[in-house]
């Protein structure tokens, strides 16, 4: 098949929408299927087109980073989309800004076309009354409809009801995530790692405020912060009040490639998040047999549990510190991350991810509906 995808950014922007678009266009190239994506020149560097492996990728104009960039780049892509859409059999926008090019260029070309909603973005956008109307429109233009979390989907059929959302976990390469030799020296204690990028909704914040209380509970114990973003002055500024200078380590954002040596440094992944889809760092760090400590919001109580780690209240940081100091002190610790392995292998590999996505996309390109999951 020829599939056109549609999203806003793609690698080496960093991102669960950004993983998860490129490991599906990835796991449909290593099938035999070709895989164009028109994304965003986000970066200046970056060249307006490209074989990235064997994925043809086309950047056009995003004026910034916001939705009203979101919005002229959307528009402003839709030339290059409809060109692009020449001899695809399927379009599929990824994220609601992708849909109005995808849905056009689909229609000219008489496409079927998917979508996936990602992100907290949408979820926002759903609870402003003035949004709905106008989200509703787009809704209906898809032919089949993907949601990164049950509670996104959720939102989706009451905006649109007989939309009938698909829930679809992100998937993790599980032979690139795993278990592996350590990249990060050992520290006397336990080592926590934050893989979240720095900005308000991924509630970092409220691990920093909590990190006393744990040092104070867990001797030897440190956290390493793996990301980027606004907030980062903010939360250096209120590690070094709080006297965690030493404890806390704030690594930047890095490439996915080093990421499996990080997260096996480490005992527990920590995912704070205040609103979240299906987390793909959570997944991630599970596929590497971390245990996982995340907050009880949005889609992560779909994937974690009491059996490979622990939720806690979102934006709470004493109840995040009673239940990871509980977690650290369980004696069961590396099997909770075996048995996270073990599910992410199970349920939410890449493999599952895009085999239910040719299944849809072969159903709709023979003018089919698309089978049940």
Not at 144 to 156: G, K, L, N, R, Y
Not at 304 to 323: I, K, Q, Y
Not at 349 to 363: F, G, I, P, Q
Request: charged share 20%; net charge positive.
């Amino acid at each position: 098949m020829n599939i056109l995808m549609h999203c806003i950014y793609f690698p080496p922007e960093v991102g669960g929408l950004e993983s998860h678009v490129f490991n599906l266009c990835r796991g449909l190239v290593a099938r035999g299927h070709r895989v164009d994506v028109v994304t965003s020149r986000s970066r200046p560097n970056l060249p307006r087109e490209q074989l990235m492996g064997d994925i043809h990728v086309r950047r056009t104009w995003l004026p910034a980073r916001n939705p009203g960039g979101w919005f002229l780049h959307s528009m402003c892509s839709t030339p290059r989309t409809t060109r692009a859409s020449a001899e695809v059999d399927v379009v599929h926008a990824q994220a609601i800004a992708s849909i109005p090019p995808a849905w056009i260029a689909g229609r000219l070309r008489a496409r079927p076309l998917i979508t996936t909603l990602h992100t907290s973005h949408f979820l926002r956008l759903a609870g402003k009354t003035h949004w709905r109307p106008g989200l509703r429109t787009l809704l209906r233009a898809s032919d089949h409809t993907f949601a990164t979390s049950v509670e996104i989907a959720d939102v989706a059929d009451g905006l649109l009801p007989g939309l009938s959302t698909e829930p679809v976990t992100n998937g993790v390469d599980t032979s690139v995530f795993r278990r592996c030799e350590p990249s990060l020296p050992p520290v006397s204690g336990p080592l926590l790692v934050v893989p979240r990028r720095l900005f308000p909704k991924n509630g970092v914040r409220f691990f920093v405020q909590a990190m006393p209380e744990i040092a104070a509970a867990v001797p030897g114990v440190e956290a390493i912060l793996v990301g980027d973003g606004p907030d980062r002055g903010e939360l250096e500024s209120l590690s070094a009040q709080l006297g965690l200078a030493e404890r806390i380590r704030f690594l930047g954002a890095r490439p996915n490639a080093e990421m499996p040596g990080i997260l096996s440094s480490a005992a527990v992944a920590v995912v704070p998040s205040l609103m979240e889809a299906t987390s793909i760092a959570a997944l991630e760090a599970m596929a590497c047999e971390l245990p996982v400590a995340a907050s009880r919001v949005g889609g992560l109580p779909e994937i974690v549990d009491e059996s490979v780690g622990t939720l806690f209240e979102p934006g709470n940081p004493a109840d995040l510190a009673r239940r990871l100091v509980a977690l650290l002190r369980r004696p069961n610790l590396r099997e909770a991350g075996r048995r996270a392995r073990e599910r992410v292998a199970t349920r939410w590999s890449n493999d599952r991810l895009v085999e239910r996505h040719l299944e849809v996309y072969e159903a709709l390109g023979t003018g089919k509906r698309a089978p049940h999951a």
